[in-house]
Every structure is written in structure tokens, then in C-alpha cells.
């Protein structure tokens, strides 16, 4: 094995978990793929003579590279991503290990829509220390603070994500129950049962792109969700639902005439849906990689 090939080697023993690392920073599947490339060519560039660590030392430059893009967006004044609905993840077996470094200790699409408001760095801090464990005084210089500066910045993102993301319930036998619940109410448009299954503050979102004048559409509370019975009834009955893991937790993919329609997740807690998040976007929709339903 020459050196390119121990390297590359080397890499991919890294590249599921530094995809996790991309996807929670960015939200984006091609823009995590692109930001583990950048790191692949920074580490061809570097060699790994001087790297103690490689996991911690590609995990903090992915870091930095997803900083960077997070940066450029707001400097380009480009929409922001809580505009839009976060890429999915969407499974029924997972056996791709990529796939499965994906949606382990899952980021539901509900939690990465408040991650999207949160400043870069602040956003940095809470994925690499919360979510993956990396120590502050590797964060630091990444967002160039002190450790005890990247601590508080951590902080303040964990408080506002505490605030705003419910938990999940992790049995996933009560969140299909809740999910089935809500399309047979749909089916049936039965007020009543759909009213039962929804939480006081449900929040519904919507992502329709191009096609959804003003972009994402937000609905909150039972009163505003459930008042979309009709609408929920339309879609019930005049798609084909199966159920999928959308981000870990019980989804659907909705289909009419054999064609992908909308991926929605929905997020249960205490055996209540408490989010809805409705992927609707025909172009968004095409790039997504769908399991195969005849496998």
C-alpha cells in the first residue's frame, strides 16, 4: 500500500462520522458532502505525520470549513436556512453505515430547525461539544475564544435550544401509534380524533418551495394546526403514505401516482405530536436518496 492509498484508507474510516458532524452544522446533505471533501483535500495537503489524533484533528477542521460556510452565508445575504425546511434524512432499514452515522442519536428535523437560528459559532460550539463530545479547548480556536468563551457560547445555544426543541419519545412503537393515529383521523376527517393526537402547541411547517408563495409556511398551536383538517384529508386520501424514519423518528413518504409527493416528519412527545414538518418541495424532493420500497 503506497502512501496515497494509507491515507485515503485512513479517511474513510472517519468520513460517516465527520457527515454527521457537516449535516448538523449545515442542514444540508450536499453541502455536508462538499464541506467532508474540503477535509479530504486539506488532509492531502497536510499528510498525517504531524496529527496525534486524526478523528479530533478532521472533526475540528470540518468544523472550521462548516464555520466557514455558515459564515458566507449570511455575508452573501442569502435566505436564511430557517426559511426553509433542513434535508431529511429518510430511512426504512438502515444498513448503510453512513446512513446509520446519520440518524444515530438523531437530529430530528424540528431540532434542526432551531439549530438554523442560532449565530455560527454559538451553533459550532453546541454540535462538536453536545453532540460529539469534542472538549472546549479544541473548540476554542476553531471559533477563535477562549475555552472558557466557547463554554458560554455552548451555553447560551443549549439554553435556546431547550427552550425551543421538544424531546422525542424514544419509544418508537408510541411515536408510530401517534403518527398512525393522526393519518387515520386525516383519512376519516374526524376533527375530534386529529384534535386528540396533536399537542396544545403543535407547530406544523410546511416547505412547499417555489411553488409556496413566502417560502416555508409555519402554523402554531392546536387551534391554527387542526384547522387543516380538510387540507390533511385531501392529502390523506388522495395520496399513498408508508411509514419511514425521517430523521429517526416516524415519518411518512406520500406518494400520488407512483410519484414522490411530500416527506413529512413528525415529532412525539409524551404520545402528542408536537411538531409536523411537511417536505413538499419538487425540487428538494428529487435529490433526496429515498429507500428502494420493493427491497
Known amino acids: 500500500m503506497n502512501e496515497r492509498d494509507f491515507l485515503t484508507e485512513r479517511f474513510e474510516e472517519h468520513r460517516a462520522h465527520l457527515r454527521a458532524v457537516a449535516y448538523r452544522m449545515l442542514g444540508s446533505l450536499a453541502e455536508a458532502d462538499d464541506a467532508v471533501q474540503e477535509a479530504w483535500l486539506r488532509l492531502a495537503r497536510t499528510g498525517t505525520g504531524d496529527i496525534g489524533n486524526l478523528g479530533g484533528w478532521l472533526t475540528t477542521v470540518v468544523g472550521r470549513i462548516c464555520l466557514d460556510m455558515l459564515r458566507s452565508r449570511t455575508q452573501r445575504r442569502e435566505d436564511p436556512l430557517e426559511s426553509r425546511l433542513p434535508d431529511p434524512v429518510v430511512s426504512e432499514q438502515v444498513t448503510d453505515p453512513e446512513h446509520q452515522a446519520l440518524i444515530t442519536d438523531s437530529v430530528g428535523l424540528a431540532l434542526l430547525v432551531v439549530l438554523e437560528s442560532l449565530n455560527p459559532p454559538e451553533r459550532l460550539a453546541f ?30 445555544a443549549r439554553q435556546r435550544v431547550r427552550g425551543a426543541a421538544p424531546e422525542p419519545d424514544p419509544d418508537p412503537v408510541a411515536q408510530r401509534r401517534a403518527v398512525d393515529a393522526f393519518l387515520t383521523a386525516a383519512r376519516d376527517g374526524d376533527f375530534d380524533a386529529l384534535v386528540a393526537v396533536l399537542h396544545p402547541e403543535v407547530v406544523l411547517r410546511a416547505d412547499g418551495g417555489k411553488a409556496l408563495p413566502g417560502g416555508m409556511r409555519v402554523l402554531r398551536g392546536i387551534e391554527s394546526v387542526a384547522g387543516q383538517a380538510a387540507t390533511f384529508q385531501r392529502m390523506a386520501t388522495t395520496s399513498t403514505s408508508r411509514p419511514a424514519l425521517v430523521n429517526g423518528t416516524a415519518g411518512l413518504i406520500n406518494t400520488v401516482d407512483g410519484e414522490l409527493f411530500s416527506v413529512i416528519s413528525f415529532t412525539v412527545s409524551g404520545e402528542k405530536i408536537v411538531a409536523i414538518d411537511i417536505l413538499s418541495d419538487p425540487e428538494r424532493l428529487l435529490a433526496l436518496p429515498l429507500p428502494d420500497p420493493t427491497l
Do not use: N
Open 127 to 156: 454540535v462538536l461539544h453536545d453532540m460529539f463530545g469534542l472538549p472546549f479547548e479544541e473548540i476554542a480556536p476553531v471559533v477563535d475564544r477562549t475555552p472558557a468563551a466557547a463554554r458560554k457560547l455552548a451555553s447560551r
